[in-house]
Protein backbone atom coordinates (compact mmCIF):
# COMPACT_ATOMS: atom_id res chain seq x y z
CA UNK A 1 0.00 0.00 0.00
CA UNK A 2 0.85 3.74 -0.59
CA UNK A 3 2.02 5.99 1.50
CA UNK A 4 0.03 8.36 2.92
CA UNK A 5 0.63 11.68 3.46
CA UNK A 6 -1.23 12.73 6.66
CA UNK A 7 -3.78 14.83 5.77
CA UNK A 8 -7.14 15.08 7.13
CA UNK A 9 -10.12 14.11 5.47
CA UNK A 10 -11.28 17.70 5.69
CA UNK A 11 -7.57 19.52 4.69
CA UNK A 12 -7.89 16.59 1.68
CA UNK A 13 -11.71 17.44 0.80
CA UNK A 14 -11.02 21.12 1.14
CA UNK A 15 -7.93 21.06 -1.60
CA UNK A 16 -10.32 19.25 -3.86
CA UNK A 17 -13.23 21.58 -4.28
CA UNK A 18 -11.11 23.72 -6.29
CA UNK A 19 -9.99 20.49 -8.83
CA UNK A 20 -13.65 20.26 -8.78
CA UNK A 21 -14.24 23.10 -10.41
CA UNK A 22 -10.94 22.97 -13.02
CA UNK A 23 -12.16 19.97 -13.87
CA UNK A 24 -15.43 21.34 -15.03
CA UNK A 25 -13.34 24.36 -16.92
CA UNK A 26 -11.90 21.41 -18.92
CA UNK A 27 -14.91 19.66 -19.58
CA UNK A 28 -15.90 23.29 -21.77
CA UNK A 29 -11.99 22.76 -22.97
CA UNK A 30 -13.49 19.77 -24.24
CA UNK A 31 -16.51 20.88 -25.49
CA UNK A 32 -15.81 23.22 -27.86
CA UNK A 33 -13.49 20.82 -30.41
CA UNK A 34 -13.00 23.25 -33.17
CA UNK A 35 -10.73 25.29 -31.17
CA UNK A 36 -8.64 21.91 -30.05
CA UNK A 37 -6.82 19.45 -32.38
CA UNK A 38 -7.85 17.48 -35.14
CA UNK A 39 -9.21 14.41 -33.26
CA UNK A 40 -11.65 16.53 -30.57
CA UNK A 41 -13.34 17.41 -34.10
CA UNK A 42 -13.19 14.24 -35.73
CA UNK A 43 -14.09 13.01 -32.54
CA UNK A 44 -17.08 15.62 -31.48
CA UNK A 45 -18.47 14.89 -35.45
CA UNK A 46 -18.68 10.97 -34.51
CA UNK A 47 -20.71 11.79 -31.40
CA UNK A 48 -22.88 14.30 -32.91
CA UNK A 49 -23.87 11.61 -35.52
CA UNK A 50 -25.87 14.00 -37.84
CA UNK A 51 -25.36 11.46 -40.45
CA UNK A 52 -24.44 13.74 -43.44
CA UNK A 53 -21.95 11.92 -46.10
CA UNK A 54 -19.71 14.38 -46.10
CA UNK A 55 -19.89 18.39 -44.59
CA UNK A 56 -18.16 21.77 -44.38
CA UNK A 57 -16.82 21.93 -41.07
CA UNK A 58 -14.76 24.68 -39.53
CA UNK A 59 -11.66 23.50 -37.57
CA UNK A 60 -8.87 25.27 -37.30
CA UNK A 61 -10.58 28.58 -38.80
CA UNK A 62 -10.49 26.85 -41.70
CA UNK A 63 -13.62 25.41 -43.95
CA UNK A 64 -13.00 21.40 -44.24
CA UNK A 65 -14.60 18.18 -45.39
CA UNK A 66 -15.18 15.53 -43.15
CA UNK A 67 -16.29 11.81 -43.98
CA UNK A 68 -19.74 10.75 -42.22
CA UNK A 69 -16.63 8.10 -40.37
CA UNK A 70 -15.12 11.18 -38.92
CA UNK A 71 -11.93 10.74 -41.41
CA UNK A 72 -10.30 14.32 -42.27
CA UNK A 73 -9.76 14.80 -46.10
CA UNK A 74 -7.73 17.15 -47.65
CA UNK A 75 -10.40 17.04 -50.66
CA UNK A 76 -12.50 15.08 -52.32
CA UNK A 77 -10.95 14.28 -55.64
CA UNK A 78 -7.86 12.64 -54.12
CA UNK A 79 -7.43 9.68 -56.09
CA UNK A 80 -7.45 7.05 -53.52
CA UNK A 81 -6.21 4.29 -56.35
CA UNK A 82 -2.81 5.52 -56.00
CA UNK A 83 -2.37 6.11 -52.76
CA UNK A 84 -0.94 3.38 -50.80
CA UNK A 85 -1.84 2.52 -47.29
CA UNK A 86 0.16 2.74 -43.96
CA UNK A 87 0.52 3.04 -40.47
CA UNK A 88 2.74 5.58 -38.45
CA UNK A 89 5.83 3.38 -36.70
CA UNK A 90 7.34 7.00 -35.68
CA UNK A 91 7.31 11.10 -35.92
CA UNK A 92 10.38 12.75 -36.36
CA UNK A 93 9.88 16.35 -36.49
CA UNK A 94 8.29 16.89 -40.45
CA UNK A 95 8.81 13.37 -40.98
CA UNK A 96 7.46 10.58 -40.58
CA UNK A 97 8.33 6.94 -40.75
CA UNK A 98 4.95 5.02 -42.06
CA UNK A 99 4.84 0.85 -42.64
CA UNK A 100 3.33 0.29 -45.84
CA UNK A 101 0.47 -2.31 -46.60
CA UNK A 102 3.52 -3.46 -49.12
CA UNK A 103 5.78 -4.19 -45.78
CA UNK A 104 7.94 -1.66 -47.24
CA UNK A 105 9.07 1.62 -45.07
CA UNK A 106 8.22 5.28 -46.43
CA UNK A 107 9.98 8.39 -45.31
CA UNK A 108 6.27 10.64 -45.29
CA UNK A 109 5.79 14.18 -45.61
CA UNK A 110 2.44 15.29 -44.47
CA UNK A 111 0.48 18.02 -47.32
CA UNK A 112 0.41 21.36 -45.55
CA UNK A 113 -3.49 21.59 -45.62
CA UNK A 114 -3.59 18.14 -43.17
CA UNK A 115 -1.35 20.24 -41.04
CA UNK A 116 -3.05 23.54 -40.98
CA UNK A 117 -6.03 21.28 -39.47
CA UNK A 118 -4.54 21.26 -36.15
CA UNK A 119 -4.35 23.98 -33.91
CA UNK A 120 -1.00 22.27 -32.56
CA UNK A 121 0.86 21.37 -35.39
CA UNK A 122 3.38 19.51 -34.07
CA UNK A 123 0.80 16.80 -33.18
CA UNK A 124 -0.91 16.26 -36.16
CA UNK A 125 0.71 12.41 -36.71
CA UNK A 126 1.14 10.28 -34.30
CA UNK A 127 2.24 6.66 -33.96
CA UNK A 128 -0.35 3.79 -34.64
CA UNK A 129 -1.90 6.30 -37.16
CA UNK A 130 -3.02 5.24 -40.10
CA UNK A 131 -2.93 7.17 -43.33
CA UNK A 132 -3.51 7.17 -46.85
CA UNK A 133 -0.01 8.29 -48.71
CA UNK A 134 1.59 8.81 -52.69
CA UNK A 135 5.15 7.21 -52.87
CA UNK A 136 7.16 10.12 -54.40
CA UNK A 137 10.73 8.60 -55.38
CA UNK A 138 11.71 4.94 -54.63
CA UNK A 139 15.38 5.88 -55.36
CA UNK A 140 16.64 2.98 -52.37
CA UNK A 141 14.29 0.58 -53.76
CA UNK A 142 16.42 -3.01 -54.28
CA UNK A 143 19.01 -2.25 -51.28
CA UNK A 144 18.00 -4.95 -48.98
CA UNK A 145 15.98 -8.29 -50.36
CA UNK A 146 12.36 -8.19 -48.70
CA UNK A 147 13.83 -10.49 -45.64
CA UNK A 148 16.51 -8.87 -44.62
CA UNK A 149 13.96 -6.06 -44.77
CA UNK A 150 11.34 -6.70 -42.98
CA UNK A 151 13.68 -7.85 -40.08
CA UNK A 152 15.35 -4.57 -40.02
CA UNK A 153 11.81 -2.47 -39.88
CA UNK A 154 11.10 -4.16 -37.07
CA UNK A 155 14.55 -2.96 -35.66
CA UNK A 156 13.38 0.36 -37.02
CA UNK A 157 10.41 0.11 -34.69
CA UNK A 158 12.70 -0.58 -32.04
CA UNK A 159 14.82 1.81 -32.44
CA UNK A 160 16.67 3.30 -29.82
CA UNK A 161 15.74 1.18 -27.63
CA UNK A 162 17.32 -2.27 -29.58
CA UNK A 163 20.40 -3.23 -28.27
CA UNK A 164 20.94 -3.25 -32.30
CA UNK A 165 20.20 0.54 -33.27
CA UNK A 166 17.66 1.70 -35.79
CA UNK A 167 18.84 1.34 -39.45
CA UNK A 168 16.27 3.56 -40.77
CA UNK A 169 18.84 4.83 -44.49
CA UNK A 170 18.88 1.68 -45.36
CA UNK A 171 15.38 0.32 -44.91
CA UNK A 172 13.33 3.48 -46.50
CA UNK A 173 12.43 2.14 -49.79
CA UNK A 174 10.55 6.16 -51.04
CA UNK A 175 9.49 8.75 -50.11
CA UNK A 176 5.96 9.92 -49.82
CA UNK A 177 3.24 12.33 -49.74
CA UNK A 178 1.00 11.41 -46.46
CA UNK A 179 -2.47 12.91 -47.98
CA UNK A 180 -4.99 11.13 -45.36
CA UNK A 181 -5.30 10.39 -41.96
CA UNK A 182 -7.95 7.74 -41.38
CA UNK A 183 -10.19 8.59 -37.82
CA UNK A 184 -8.80 7.32 -34.69
CA UNK A 185 -10.09 5.35 -31.98
CA UNK A 186 -7.91 3.91 -28.78
CA UNK A 187 -6.39 7.37 -28.18
CA UNK A 188 -3.66 7.92 -25.65
CA UNK A 189 -3.55 11.83 -24.53
CA UNK A 190 -1.50 13.72 -22.43
CA UNK A 191 -2.27 17.02 -20.70
CA UNK A 192 0.45 19.74 -21.02
CA UNK A 193 -0.09 23.52 -20.40
CA UNK A 194 -4.08 23.11 -20.47
CA UNK A 195 -3.50 21.12 -23.87
CA UNK A 196 -3.76 17.18 -24.94
CA UNK A 197 -1.42 16.21 -26.56
CA UNK A 198 -2.18 12.42 -28.42
CA UNK A 199 0.92 10.25 -27.91
CA UNK A 200 -0.23 7.21 -29.40
CA UNK A 201 -3.44 6.43 -31.66
CA UNK A 202 -5.38 3.64 -32.60
CA UNK A 203 -4.60 1.50 -29.20
CA UNK A 204 -6.67 -1.69 -29.24
CA UNK A 205 -5.25 -2.98 -26.05
CA UNK A 206 -3.18 -1.71 -23.03
CA UNK A 207 -1.07 -4.46 -21.51
CA UNK A 208 -0.40 -3.38 -17.83
CA UNK A 209 2.33 -4.99 -16.55
CA UNK A 210 3.39 -5.40 -13.30
CA UNK A 211 5.81 -7.98 -11.40
CA UNK A 212 5.39 -10.77 -8.91
CA UNK A 213 9.12 -9.72 -7.26
CA UNK A 214 11.91 -7.46 -8.44
CA UNK A 215 9.70 -4.90 -8.06
CA UNK A 216 6.80 -6.17 -5.89
CA UNK A 217 3.55 -5.64 -7.20
CA UNK A 218 2.02 -2.14 -6.38
CA UNK A 219 -1.66 -2.32 -6.83
CA UNK A 220 -1.96 0.87 -6.77
CA UNK A 221 0.17 1.10 -10.12
CA UNK A 222 -2.23 -1.17 -11.57
CA UNK A 223 -5.37 1.10 -10.32
CA UNK A 224 -4.03 4.07 -12.05
CA UNK A 225 -3.94 2.33 -15.16
CA UNK A 226 -6.50 0.76 -15.15
CA UNK A 227 -8.63 4.22 -14.53
CA UNK A 228 -6.58 5.46 -17.37
CA UNK A 229 -7.95 2.71 -19.84
CA UNK A 230 -11.38 3.10 -18.68
CA UNK A 231 -10.95 6.88 -19.60
CA UNK A 232 -9.65 6.09 -22.76
CA UNK A 233 -11.79 3.11 -23.86
CA UNK A 234 -8.71 0.76 -24.24
CA UNK A 235 -8.91 -2.57 -23.59
CA UNK A 236 -6.49 -3.44 -20.43
CA UNK A 237 -4.85 -6.91 -19.74
CA UNK A 238 -3.05 -6.99 -16.35
CA UNK A 239 0.45 -9.11 -16.94
CA UNK A 240 1.92 -10.27 -13.79
CA UNK A 241 5.36 -11.49 -14.94
CA UNK A 242 8.41 -13.06 -13.02
CA UNK A 243 5.88 -15.77 -11.72
CA UNK A 244 8.91 -17.94 -11.52
CA UNK A 245 10.03 -15.92 -8.17
CA UNK A 246 7.24 -16.29 -5.93
CA UNK A 247 4.65 -19.18 -4.75
CA UNK A 248 1.75 -18.49 -7.26
CA UNK A 249 -0.26 -19.04 -4.09
CA UNK A 250 0.49 -15.89 -3.01
CA UNK A 251 -0.75 -13.96 -5.08
CA UNK A 252 -4.24 -15.62 -5.91
CA UNK A 253 -6.25 -13.30 -3.06
CA UNK A 254 -4.99 -10.08 -5.74
CA UNK A 255 -5.71 -11.77 -8.60
CA UNK A 256 -8.51 -12.81 -7.83
CA UNK A 257 -9.66 -9.33 -6.82
CA UNK A 258 -9.20 -8.41 -10.18
CA UNK A 259 -10.18 -11.03 -11.66
CA UNK A 260 -13.77 -10.91 -10.20
CA UNK A 261 -14.05 -7.34 -11.57
CA UNK A 262 -13.91 -8.91 -15.21
CA UNK A 263 -10.43 -8.11 -16.00
CA UNK A 264 -8.25 -10.35 -17.70
CA UNK A 265 -5.46 -11.23 -15.25
CA UNK A 266 -2.52 -13.14 -16.94
CA UNK A 267 0.74 -14.85 -14.90
CA UNK A 268 3.88 -15.26 -17.13
CA UNK A 269 7.32 -15.22 -17.08
CA UNK A 270 9.94 -14.50 -19.74
CA UNK A 271 12.37 -16.92 -18.26
CA UNK A 272 10.23 -19.82 -18.01
CA UNK A 273 8.21 -19.02 -21.00
CA UNK A 274 4.89 -19.71 -18.98
CA UNK A 275 2.16 -18.15 -20.90
CA UNK A 276 3.99 -16.55 -23.72
CA UNK A 277 1.92 -18.18 -26.40
CA UNK A 278 -1.23 -16.85 -24.91
CA UNK A 279 0.45 -13.44 -24.85
CA UNK A 280 1.41 -14.30 -27.97
CA UNK A 281 -1.77 -14.96 -29.54
CA UNK A 282 -3.52 -11.71 -27.98
CA UNK A 283 -0.95 -9.55 -29.43
CA UNK A 284 -1.15 -10.63 -32.87
CA UNK A 285 -2.99 -8.72 -35.26
CA UNK A 286 -3.31 -5.65 -32.54
CA UNK A 287 -1.95 -2.39 -31.82
CA UNK A 288 -0.96 -2.44 -28.26
CA UNK A 289 0.61 -0.33 -25.70
CA UNK A 290 2.71 -1.79 -23.11
CA UNK A 291 2.47 0.05 -19.30
CA UNK A 292 4.67 -0.85 -16.11
CA UNK A 293 7.13 0.22 -14.01
CA UNK A 294 10.98 0.09 -14.79
CA UNK A 295 11.71 -3.58 -14.13
CA UNK A 296 8.88 -5.63 -14.36
CA UNK A 297 10.35 -6.93 -17.83
CA UNK A 298 8.45 -5.27 -20.54
CA UNK A 299 11.75 -5.52 -22.73
CA UNK A 300 12.11 -8.96 -21.77
CA UNK A 301 8.28 -10.26 -22.37
CA UNK A 302 8.79 -9.02 -25.91
CA UNK A 303 12.10 -10.21 -26.54
CA UNK A 304 10.81 -13.59 -25.85
CA UNK A 305 7.79 -13.42 -27.81
CA UNK A 306 9.54 -11.76 -30.86
CA UNK A 307 13.00 -13.54 -31.13
CA UNK A 308 15.37 -11.64 -33.06
CA UNK A 309 13.90 -7.92 -31.61
CA UNK A 310 16.87 -7.05 -29.80
CA UNK A 311 15.39 -4.77 -27.19
CA UNK A 312 17.74 -3.78 -24.92
CA UNK A 313 16.99 -5.75 -21.23
CA UNK A 314 17.84 -3.01 -18.79
CA UNK A 315 20.60 -3.22 -16.11
CA UNK A 316 20.94 0.63 -15.31
CA UNK A 317 20.59 2.60 -12.28
CA UNK A 318 17.91 4.27 -10.67
CA UNK A 319 19.24 7.84 -11.53
CA UNK A 320 19.43 6.72 -15.30
CA UNK A 321 16.08 5.39 -14.80
CA UNK A 322 14.52 8.97 -14.63
CA UNK A 323 16.50 10.48 -17.42
CA UNK A 324 14.86 8.03 -19.71
CA UNK A 325 11.21 8.30 -18.46
CA UNK A 326 10.88 12.30 -19.27
CA UNK A 327 10.84 11.75 -23.01
CA UNK A 328 7.51 10.73 -24.84
CA UNK A 329 8.45 10.33 -28.16
CA UNK A 330 6.12 7.13 -29.46
CA UNK A 331 7.00 4.36 -31.44
CA UNK A 332 5.17 1.41 -32.56
CA UNK A 333 6.68 -1.88 -32.82
CA UNK A 334 5.69 -3.71 -35.69
CA UNK A 335 5.63 -7.72 -34.92
CA UNK A 336 6.43 -10.50 -37.15
CA UNK A 337 2.46 -11.96 -36.88
CA UNK A 338 0.59 -8.72 -37.71
CA UNK A 339 0.30 -6.93 -34.33
CA UNK A 340 2.12 -3.83 -33.23
CA UNK A 341 3.03 -2.66 -30.00
CA UNK A 342 3.48 1.10 -28.79
CA UNK A 343 6.98 0.81 -26.80
CA UNK A 344 6.19 4.54 -25.36
CA UNK A 345 8.62 5.99 -22.75
CA UNK A 346 5.82 8.20 -21.63
CA UNK A 347 3.00 5.91 -21.31
CA UNK A 348 5.22 3.08 -19.86
CA UNK A 349 4.83 4.46 -15.98
CA UNK A 350 2.01 7.19 -16.52
CA UNK A 351 0.36 8.76 -13.47
CA UNK A 352 -3.06 9.94 -13.43
CA UNK A 353 -2.28 12.58 -15.99
CA UNK A 354 -5.60 14.43 -15.90
CA UNK A 355 -8.22 12.38 -14.55
CA UNK A 356 -10.14 14.54 -12.54
CA UNK A 357 -10.86 13.34 -8.76
CA UNK A 358 -14.30 13.43 -9.37
CA UNK A 359 -13.77 11.09 -12.12
CA UNK A 360 -12.26 8.59 -10.05
CA UNK A 361 -15.29 6.44 -8.77
CA UNK A 362 -17.28 6.68 -12.26
CA UNK A 363 -14.04 4.79 -13.84
CA UNK A 364 -13.81 2.09 -11.26
CA UNK A 365 -16.51 -0.64 -12.28
CA UNK A 366 -17.65 -1.71 -8.88
CA UNK A 367 -18.40 1.83 -7.93
CA UNK A 368 -19.80 2.61 -10.76
CA UNK A 369 -23.36 1.99 -10.18
CA UNK A 370 -23.40 3.63 -7.02
CA UNK A 371 -21.97 7.27 -7.91
CA UNK A 372 -25.20 8.52 -9.68
CA UNK A 373 -26.84 7.59 -6.17
CA UNK A 374 -25.36 9.54 -3.22
CA UNK A 375 -27.27 12.74 -2.50
CA UNK A 376 -24.25 15.77 -3.51
CA UNK A 377 -23.73 15.61 -7.21
CA UNK A 378 -20.50 16.10 -6.66
CA UNK A 379 -19.53 13.78 -3.76
CA UNK A 380 -15.86 12.19 -3.69
CA UNK A 381 -17.40 9.49 -1.38
CA UNK A 382 -15.12 10.12 1.13
CA UNK A 383 -16.40 12.83 4.31
CA UNK A 384 -20.08 13.28 2.68
CA UNK A 385 -23.37 12.18 3.95
CA UNK A 386 -25.73 9.91 2.26
CA UNK A 387 -23.51 8.62 -0.01
CA UNK A 388 -24.27 5.78 -1.76
CA UNK A 389 -21.09 4.55 -2.37
CA UNK A 390 -19.74 4.08 1.29
CA UNK A 391 -22.99 3.41 2.29
CA UNK A 392 -22.29 0.31 -0.60
CA UNK A 393 -19.01 -0.48 0.99
CA UNK A 394 -20.82 -0.90 4.51
CA UNK A 395 -23.38 -3.61 3.98
CA UNK A 396 -20.44 -5.29 1.58
CA UNK A 397 -21.77 -4.94 -2.06
CA UNK A 398 -18.87 -3.05 -2.63
CA UNK A 399 -15.54 -4.99 -1.78
CA UNK A 400 -13.79 -2.95 1.34
CA UNK A 401 -10.21 -3.27 0.36
CA UNK A 402 -11.66 -1.78 -3.62
CA UNK A 403 -12.86 1.45 -1.42
CA UNK A 404 -9.38 1.38 -0.20
CA UNK A 405 -8.01 1.69 -3.30
CA UNK A 406 -10.61 4.20 -4.34
CA UNK A 407 -9.25 6.62 -1.43
CA UNK A 408 -5.47 5.59 -2.15
CA UNK A 409 -6.07 6.49 -5.44
CA UNK A 410 -7.02 10.04 -4.26
CA UNK A 411 -4.69 10.97 -1.44
CA UNK A 412 -1.90 9.97 -2.95
CA UNK A 413 -1.64 10.70 -6.64
CA UNK A 414 -4.36 13.74 -7.10
CA UNK A 415 -3.20 15.11 -3.94
CA UNK A 416 0.00 15.39 -4.50
N1 LIG B 1 13.30 -14.16 -12.95
C1 LIG B 1 12.83 -13.40 -13.94
N2 LIG B 1 13.50 -12.30 -14.33
C2 LIG B 1 12.99 -11.54 -15.33
C3 LIG B 1 11.79 -11.89 -15.98
N3 LIG B 1 11.52 -10.95 -16.92
C4 LIG B 1 12.53 -10.06 -16.86
N4 LIG B 1 13.43 -10.40 -15.90
C5 LIG B 1 14.65 -9.65 -15.52
O1 LIG B 1 14.23 -8.39 -15.00
C6 LIG B 1 15.16 -7.36 -15.36
C7 LIG B 1 14.47 -6.19 -16.04
O2 LIG B 1 13.92 -6.64 -17.27
P1 LIG B 1 13.54 -5.63 -18.48
O3 LIG B 1 12.96 -6.49 -19.54
O4 LIG B 1 14.68 -4.78 -18.85
O5 LIG B 1 12.45 -4.73 -17.79
P2 LIG B 1 11.67 -3.46 -18.43
O6 LIG B 1 10.30 -3.49 -17.85
O7 LIG B 1 11.79 -3.49 -19.91
O8 LIG B 1 12.50 -2.26 -17.81
P3 LIG B 1 12.64 -0.75 -18.37
O9 LIG B 1 13.21 -0.87 -19.76
O10 LIG B 1 13.57 -0.12 -17.40
O11 LIG B 1 11.28 -0.12 -18.33
C8 LIG B 1 16.22 -8.05 -16.23
O12 LIG B 1 17.33 -8.38 -15.42
C9 LIG B 1 15.52 -9.32 -16.71
O13 LIG B 1 16.42 -10.37 -16.99
C10 LIG B 1 11.09 -13.08 -15.55
O14 LIG B 1 10.02 -13.45 -16.02
N5 LIG B 1 11.66 -13.79 -14.52
ZN1 LIG C 1 -20.72 9.47 -2.71
Known amino acids: M ?3 KGKTRAEFRKKHQGRVRDADLTRQFRQRPEENSIEDAVQAERLSGKGALTRKKTIAGAEREVDDDGGLQ ?11 QGRVLSVHGLQSKVLG ?6 ACSTRQVLKSLATDQRGVLVAGDRVWFRI ?6 GRMSASQRAGAIRLEGAGENSALGGQSDQIVVADGMIERIEPRHGIICRASRGKQHV ?15 EPGIKPVLIDRMLLTAAQCEIEPIIVINKVDLVDFASLQALVGVYASLGYRVLPTSAETGQNLEYLRAFLKQRQTALAGQSGVGKSSLLNAIEPGLGLAVSHVSAE ?6 TTTASRLIPLSDGGAVFDTPGIRQFQLWDI ?8 MPDLRPYVSHCRYPNCLHLAED ?8 ADARIDARRYDAYCHLLEDDLVA
Do not use: F, M, P, W
Open 74 to 84: VDLKVDQTNLV
Open 2 to 4: AKK
Open 136 to 141: EHRDGV
Open 386 to 393: DCAVKNAV
Open 320 to 325: NQKGRH
Open 356 to 363: EASEVAGL
Open 199 to 213: IAANVDALLIIASAA
Open 101 to 106: QDDNLY
